[in-house]
């Protein structure tokens, strides 16, 4: 589905590559974990494979075709992205934000019609959001604005969802919310799901496939379950890891 | 409790306030526009404009004259000028994502004002003066936009600050022309040019005027939904799949056009791109879809009543930027005290 070919990327003015020489390929209807330290690449992958970010070498393809050569609105019908700051424009209403999802299916003098609009009262409510609608999006908590922006990737209705830490704000309660959201979503629909995070756990939770990163390059993919080691999590966060399977599923903590 | 929003929730309600605010705007414009016409130092009844417009009886000739000559270009432009302004300021604010920005940030007036000093002092003619003020305001803006893009990270912050280096760079060139300037004569007019006046407003600046500004608007009211999507910024922009480069200096063009051509007729007015787009959005909200087409309408209300403030009470004309002024800035701060309040009901 995704496939990414020796992609190497420098930001302008720096000496060194923050992606070097990634080769990558994400299967359909899977759920996907970039995994690594803060600064290992993660987020500039995404947006990558998303198209933000033009690669100085390499490719990157959807479906066979290579991302730079479509229209942003081919992009958006193939992709959603929920970017890690949603700060800005705050004084949108939830309602609003959300009917943004349908951008990619309108030409540029169209507005959201009505039945689209009762599309998005729909799965705002089917989400368990329907009490937000009236809300601007500086009145929500960092939860809830998180489940507003996973709602307006499913309203865009991508066949792939790319999620830039998504629980990196969130206290505990927020964060299994989000993640059961997610498995949820990858369960019932046939959406293919890229996030990145730095909680192995996370990726243990979802029983996904993981992609390890460190210094800009991939160091090992596979299942959680039998990549999750100590061992290869020694080699990212250090000697001091703590790995425990007595809760029904495996947990990694720091002595 | 979710059931009882979702009962409160009437995803038309924007819409309908749109509507509402758009016919009162109408009825508005119109009110103003004939108290336009009858307003001013010659002292005309309603009767008396009805009779002079719709009738071709000679008795009413010098009302005729007066109207058609004097009132009715003068009106017009000033509907056009006050609607331009108003939705370039708007357009400045989403695109920058900064709502105290106007349109002359990327220094459109301070070159176009030193552009028309520059040709004032050259003894060029009105049309010149124009003609100048235009082209330097958009060189101005090339220059600003040139500077900003030296940058490796060319943000909107960076354009800003090159907007606000550029500007400073004007205003001193502008103080130096005016040091030159004779006191008596040319003086005198580049301040007044500097302070904006629709005085010597002609039926002939329509044929330039009208099918610019009509165009510029209509553009900004068809791309209104994908206004909306760049208002989040680049990146969410260009994931709901918006070209943001590419409308992000198609909106900076028509804006820059939009207001140029405004301060190379009628000088530089100010306040109304700030205050006019505040108050629209307390109206209907922040959505671009409702916001320009109010504000269209909206500032050409505010122009015509400013203007007809500027002759209709005192002997000699007052510049119309000392009257957007005046009452532009009770105006904003009313505004936010108001905004204040709002958030405090909904808390």
Same mark, same amino acid.
């Given at each position: 589905?995704?496939?990414?070919?020796?992609?190497?990327?420098?930001?302008?003015?720096?000496?060194?590559?923050?992606?070097?020489?990634?080769?990558?390929?994400?299967?359909?209807?899977?759920?996907?974990?970039?995994?690594?330290?803060? #600064?290992? %690449?993660? /987020?500039?992958? =995404? $947006?990558?494979?998303?198209?933000?970010?033009?690669? !100085?070498?390499?490719? +990157?393809?959807?479906?066979?075709?290579?991302?730079?050569?479509?229209?942003?609105?081919?992009?958006?019908?193939?992709?959603?992205?929920?970017?890690?700051?949603?700060?800005?424009?705050?004084?949108?209403?939830?309602?609003?934000?959300? #009917?943004? %999802?349908? /951008?990619?299916? =309108? $030409?540029?003098?169209?507005?959201?019609?009505?039945? !689209?609009?009762?599309? +998005?009262?729909?799965?705002?409510?089917?989400?368990?959001?329907?009490?937000?609608?009236?809300?601007?999006?500086?009145?929500?908590?960092?939860?809830?604005?998180?489940?507003?922006?996973?709602?307006?990737?499913?309203?865009?209705?991508?066949?792939?969802?790319?999620?830039?830490?998504?629980?990196?704000?969130?206290?505990?309660?927020?964060?299994?919310?989000?993640?059961?959201?997610?498995?949820?979503?990858?369960?019932?629909?046939?959406?293919?799901?890229?996030?990145?995070?730095?909680?192995?756990?996370?990726?243990?939770?979802?029983?996904?496939?993981?992609?390890?990163?460190?210094?800009?390059?991939?160091?090992?993919?596979?299942?959680?379950?039998?990549?999750?080691?100590?061992?290869?999590?020694?080699?990212?966060?250090?000697?001091?890891?703590?790995?425990?399977?007595?809760?029904?599923?495996?947990?990694?903590?720091?002595? | 409790?979710?059931?009882?929003?979702?009962?409160?929730?009437?995803?038309?309600?924007?819409?309908?306030?749109?509507?509402?605010?758009?016919?009162?705007?109408?009825?508005?414009?119109?009110?103003?526009?004939?108290?336009?016409?009858?307003?001013?130092?010659?002292?005309?009844?309603?009767?008396?404009?009805?009779?002079?417009?719709?009738?071709?009886?000679?008795?009413?000739?010098?009302?005729?004259?007066?109207?058609?000559?004097?009132?009715?270009?003068?009106?017009?432009?000033?509907?056009?000028?006050?609607?331009?302004?108003?939705?370039?300021?708007?357009?400045?604010?989403?695109?920058?994502?900064?709502?105290?920005?106007?349109?002359?940030?990327?220094?459109?007036?301070?070159?176009?004002?030193?552009?028309?000093?520059?040709?004032?002092?050259?003894?060029?003619?009105?049309?010149?003066?124009?003609?100048?003020?235009?082209?330097?305001?958009?060189?101005?803006?090339?220059?600003?936009?040139?500077?900003?893009?030296?940058?490796?990270?060319?943000?909107?912050?960076?354009?800003?600050?090159?907007?606000?280096?550029?500007?400073?760079?004007?205003?001193?060139?502008?103080?130096?022309?005016?040091?030159?300037?004779?006191?008596?004569?040319?003086?005198?007019?580049?301040?007044?040019?500097?302070?904006?006046?629709?005085?010597?407003?002609?039926?002939?600046?329509?044929?330039?005027?009208?099918?610019?500004?009509?165009?510029?608007?209509?553009?900004?009211?068809?791309?209104?939904?994908?206004?909306?999507?760049?208002?989040?910024?680049?990146?969410?922009?260009?994931?709901?799949?918006?070209?943001?480069?590419?409308?992000?200096?198609?909106?900076?063009?028509?804006?820059?056009?939009?207001?140029?051509?405004?301060?190379?007729?009628?000088?530089?007015?100010?306040?109304?791109?700030?205050?006019?787009?505040?108050?629209?959005?307390?109206?209907?909200?922040?959505?671009?879809?409702?916001?320009?087409?109010?504000?269209?309408?909206?500032?050409?209300?505010?122009?015509?009543?400013?203007?007809?403030?500027?002759?209709?009470?005192?002997?000699?004309?007052?510049?119309?930027?000392?009257?957007?002024?005046?009452?532009?800035?009770?105006?904003?701060?009313?505004?936010?005290?108001?905004?204040?309040?709002?958030?405090?009901?909904?808390?």
């Amino acid at each position: 589905m995704i496939n990414l070919k020796n992609i190497k990327f420098k930001y302008k003015n720096n000496a060194y590559d923050v992606i070097n020489d990634v080769t990558l390929n994400i299967k359909k209807n899977t759920i996907n974990v970039l995994l690594g330290l803060n #600064a290992c %690449g993660k /987020t500039t992958l =995404l $947006k990558i494979m998303n198209g933000l970010l033009k690669p !100085q070498h390499g490719v +990157v393809e959807i479906d066979g075709e290579n991302i730079i050569s479509m229209s942003h609105v081919e992009r958006a019908k193939k992709m959603s992205f929920v970017l890690q700051r949603q700060n800005i424009a705050s004084d949108f209403t939830v309602f609003n934000y959300l #009917a943004i %999802g349908y /951008t990619n299916s =309108l $030409k540029f003098y169209e507005q959201p019609t009505s039945s !689209q609009k009762e599309k +998005v009262v729909a799965i705002a409510e089917e989400f368990g959001i329907g009490n937000l609608l009236n809300r601007l999006l500086d009145e929500l908590s960092g939860g809830q604005l998180q489940m507003v922006s996973i709602c307006k990737a499913l309203i865009q209705d991508s066949e792939i969802i790319l999620l830039d830490e998504p629980t990196s704000a969130l206290d505990m309660r927020n964060q299994n919310k989000v993640l059961s959201t997610l498995k949820r979503i990858a369960e019932e629909t046939n959406k293919t799901i890229i996030i990145t995070t730095h909680n192995p756990n996370h990726a243990l939770y979802l029983k996904a496939n993981v992609v390890i990163m460190n210094k800009g390059k991939i160091i090992n993919e596979g299942n959680s379950e039998k990549l999750i080691t100590k061992e290869t999590l020694t080699e990212i966060y250090g000697n001091d890891i703590c790995y425990s399977n007595e809760l029904d599923y495996n947990e990694v903590s720091f002595k | 409790m979710d059931n009882t929003n979702r009962m409160n929730f009437d995803m038309n309600k924007e819409k309908k306030r749109f509507l509402l605010f758009l016919v009162v705007g109408i009825v508005l414009l119109f009110i103003t526009f004939c108290l336009s016409l009858i307003a001013g130092r010659y002292k005309m009844s309603l009767n008396q404009l009805v009779n002079a417009i719709f009738t071709s009886d000679a008795s009413f000739d010098t009302e005729r004259s007066v109207i058609m000559l004097l009132r009715l270009p003068r009106s017009i432009s000033a509907i056009l000028v006050g609607a331009a302004l108003s939705v370039s300021g708007l357009i400045y604010q989403e695109l920058f994502q900064n709502k105290l920005v106007s349109p002359d940030l990327l220094g459109v007036s301070s070159g176009a004002g030193f552009g028309a000093a520059l040709a004032i002092i050259l003894g060029a003619s009105m049309l010149y003066v124009g003609l100048i003020a235009f082209v330097f305001g958009l060189l101005t803006v090339a220059l600003t936009l040139g500077i900003a893009k030296l940058f490796s990270k060319n943000t909107a912050l960076i354009l800003l600050l090159s907007g606000v280096v550029v500007s400073g760079f004007m205003s001193s060139a502008l103080s130096m022309v005016k040091f030159f300037a004779d006191q008596e004569t040319t003086l005198a007019q580049i301040t007044f040019w500097l302070m904006g006046s629709f005085e010597y407003a002609k039926m002939e600046d329509l044929k330039l005027l009208f099918p610019l500004i009509f165009i510029g608007t209509t553009t900004l009211v068809v791309l209104r939904n994908r206004i909306n999507v760049i208002a989040l910024g680049r990146e969410d922009a260009k994931a709901s799949g918006v070209s943001y480069d590419v409308y992000k200096y198609i909106l900076i063009v028509i804006s820059t056009l939009l207001t140029a051509i405004s301060i190379s007729f009628y000088g530089v007015i100010s306040w109304i791109g700030l205050v006019i787009p505040h108050i629209v959005r307390l109206a209907v909200g922040r959505q671009t879809q409702f916001t320009i087409p109010i504000t269209i309408v909206f500032g050409g209300i505010f122009m015509l009543l400013a203007d007809i403030i500027c002759r209709a009470f005192t002997a000699s004309e007052i510049p119309i930027s000392a009257i957007t002024g005046l009452i532009g800035t009770p105006i904003f701060i009313a505004i936010l005290f108001l905004k204040k309040q709002v958030v405090k009901l909904d808390d």
